[in-house]
């Protein structure tokens, strides 16, 4: 009798297989938003703090003292339990360069000022912790989680411009001392270009990520990928497949409803794009409708207010970034503006904002200042509705 | 990264550039000869380069190989060795138009030509399932080279061995589909008067 090898080869490949698959113990969760992300709990701390935590005259001022490297971009902000601040950005030559390093730093509860800025992300370390080649690094993302494990989210290029990208990420677990080696994330088939990370994450009440990041490479939209508490990649959300919809903020609106608001790329008169999704998770995506504001293909933030309506830092303007305001909204179609936050004339550059809210509900806010500075600004409710 | 993932980028490396050199070959090649072209490359991809090795310089440019391009690159390096028969023609045409299909199904779904995600479906673990039930089809249809593929595909994924937690990674990835899309046209085109007796040996009949 012939045996045939193959045949045997394959049996038990896939007995193996099945076992593996049978044994497999990881269960399909249920994800919900945390308790703690939604609107609602912070609203509630927000109102027991009203008071005691005040910013009594809201103020700008500079997170990295002049001297830096000459072009900064991109910041991000996170805050610990304690109630630390920490804060990110990218600087280098120029954007793009292959000395752009990830910086970051501190702020104490109670200090004034920031801490001196170290570098907790480079091209060169990269490279040697992935194994491959790292031609630039940007977009660095900041999300510290109900433990206070500390995540970084930022974007590598091996090769071409920023559509290339792939995500990095690191973790560290005391407070930004240490950092975990770069684990490159495979979120694409097409040699894992090209998908960028730039708005906030949100935790489930799992410890899951639903991390905001978007496509690049021939079209452009936004998509959102689903860690586990250990930062393994789980799935990833298609938000819309319109062109042009990148940056993807989500706001959740209950424990699985959301809404997205979208970066406008690459069309004539462009808006800010919002996107109601019943169920995030289950990649529920709503039509996509434009709102009445203005967006010159720049990066937005937008986070929900105690009250339930929605606030945003944009550049209202149909083309430049020399203008940066507040705008708030209670459907996410209609907005009003409250305030400019900046009003310069071009070339100014006032762009990229990151907007997150602290424990007792303060809104904490970072942006590119002329691409040579990271500027801050802390303020609150109250002066949000003196305001409106 | 993981110890079995640096194994598998340097010896997909090694595999690529050991292929490579095949076509100037003017006899069939010994053993001890194979092993030397895959130990050059091995020793090559060593090489410190930028912060990195050079194969990991190449690996950032081309990207993960997928299970079944490795498994295809060992068998051609093992048959040009003179170790395995080499891969009939209508059994490759078959396997080509199969990597060919999946391409079509996930790259201009990925790149967003539509609204769903048919990459997304490669988390999920009935998928798992689905390719094993294909493998066993492959099986029946006497693809076994195919069926090998699919099988050892899942098997590594299920181990993940390799970065991706996506099962389609470890299916296809764009140069297998883009090999597999250009052979099944230069085949095409070109005249074949083989065919007769390719068909009769892929069947395992024998020609007097």
């Known amino acids: ?388 | 990264m993981s110890p079995a993932f640096w194994a598998w980028s340097h010896l997909s490396f090694a595999l690529l550039i050991a292929n490579l050199l095949l076509p100037l070959r003017k006899q069939r090649w010994n053993f001890p000869f194979g092993v030397m072209c895959l130990l050059i490359p091995l020793a090559l991809g060593a090489w410190p380069l930028r912060e990195t090795d050079f194969s990991g310089f190449i690996l950032a440019h081309t990207g993960n190989l997928s299970v079944p391009i490795f498994i295809l690159l060992v068998l051609e390096l093992l048959a040009a060795c003179g170790l395995t028969q080499p891969h009939c023609r209508r059994n490759r045409r078959n396997a080509n138009l199969f990597w060919v299909m999946c391409g079509i199904l996930v790259y201009p779904s990925a790149l967003g030509f539509i609204n769903a995600d048919t990459y997304a479906v490669g988390y999920l673990k009935p998928m798992a399932w689905c390719v094993l039930a294909l493998s066993g089809i492959a099986l029946i249809c006497r693809q076994k080279i195919l069926a090998l593929c699919l099988a050892a595909a899942v098997m590594i994924h299920q181990l993940r061995l390799l970065e991706s937690p996506n099962l389609w990674d470890y299916l296809i990835d764009p140069w297998l589909c883009l090999a597999a899309a250009f052979q099944l046209m230069w085949n095409a085109f070109r005249k074949n008067p083989e065919s007769v007796q390719e068909s009769a040996s892929c069947s395992g009949l024998r020609q007097k």
């Open chain 1, 1 to 388: 009798m012939k045996v045939d090898i193959s045949a045997i080869a394959w049996g038990i490949l896939v007995v193996a297989c099945a076992g593996l698959l049978l044994t497999d113990i990881n269960k399909t969760e249920t994800l919900r938003f945390s308790e703690s992300e939604l609107a609602t709990s912070v609203g509630a701390k927000a109102g027991k703090n009203a008071g005691k935590n005040a910013v009594a005259k809201p103020e700008l001022s500079f997170v990295l003292p002049p001297g830096g490297p000459p072009s900064v971009h991109s910041g991000t902000l996170t805050r610990l339990q304690d109630g630390q601040l920490l804060a990110a950005w990218f600087g280098g030559a120029r954007e793009g360069a292959s000395d752009v390093r990830i910086f970051f730093c501190r702020r104490a509860p109670d200090a004034a000022e920031w801490s001196a800025s170290t570098i907790i992300a480079s091209r060169e370390q990269t490279t040697e912790d992935l194994n491959r080649h790292i031609a630039k690094i940007g977009n660095p993302i900041l999300f510290a989680d109900s433990r206070d494990r500390l995540w970084l989210f930022y974007v590598t290029v091996s090769f071409g411009g920023w559509s290339g990208s792939s995500i990095t990420m690191k973790y560290s677990d005391d407070a930004g001392e240490s950092w975990s080696k770069a684990k490159r994330l495979v979120t694409s088939p097409f040699l894992n270009v090209s998908t960028l990370v730039k708005g906030c994450p949100i935790e489930c009440d799992s410890g899951h990520l639903v991390v905001p990041v978007y496509h690049e490479f021939v079209r452009k939209f936004g998509e959102a990928i689903i860690l586990d508490r250990d930062g393994n990649l789980q799935s990833k959300i298609r938000l819309t497949a319109v062109r042009g919809a990148i940056q993807p903020w989500i706001v959740p609106l209950d424990q699985q409803a959301s809404m997205a608001f979208f970066r406008q790329s690459g069309h004539p008169g462009r808006s800010v794009l919002m996107s109601h999704m019943p169920n995030v998770f289950a990649s529920d995506c709503g039509r996509l409708e434009t709102s009445h504001v203005p967006n010159p293909d720049a990066a937005i933030a937008v986070i929900r207010r105690h009250n339930g309506e929605f606030l945003m830092v944009c550049n209202p303007i149909d083309s430049g970034r020399h203008r940066l305001s507040l705008a708030t909204s209670s459907d996410g179609v209609n907005w009003k503006l409250v305030r400019h936050v900046e009003d310069g004339d071009p070339p100014d550059e006032f762009s990229y904002p990151y907007l997150i809210r602290g424990a007792s509900g303060q809104y904490h806010l970072i942006y590119t200042w002329n691409r040579s500075r990271m500027r801050y600004l802390e303020f609150d409710e109250e002066w949000l509705e003196n305001e409106l």
